[in-house]
């Protein structure tokens, strides 16, 4: 088990960007940081343009997404996102919001993905629409 939650994390999403890839989502972008935010991964399928969250646990866990990730979070990734969409002129149809909870269950993942987990509706800013 790792030590440090930044390598738990690189696991998880090495583990979510393959998981995505099998349901055959093309991977575009992973970790893109900017000053406040981060997305974990940018997807592509068909065309929607999926954002997604990815945590990971190494023991149990809620399965609530929202219980993970509070308004303020969903916030700051929305944010990000917008920007990501502005800096690489990506064309789309629609966006979306997906969370991926990883479980460590002895040696493997138990994956549970959340399509549509929360979007900008939900919050007070509405700068992406």
Partial sequence: MPKHP???GRIGEGVARSFLERKGY???AYNYRKRGGE????SRYENTIIFVEV???YSSLDENPAEWLDEAQQKR????AE????????EFERIRFDVI????QGGLF??????DAFSPGLVEDEDLY
């Fill in 83 to 90: 920007k990501y969409l502005v800096e690489n002129k990506v």
């Fill in 110 to 115: 138990e994956i549970k993905h959340y399509e």
């Fill in 26 to 28: 093309e991977i575009i």
């Fill in 77 to 80: 990734i929305m944010d990000t």
């Fill in 101 to 104: 909870i990883l479980i460590k």
């Fill in 6 to 8: 930044v390598e738990k």
């Fill in 39 to 42: 997305i974990d991964i940018v």
């Fill in 55 to 57: 945590k990971t646990d």
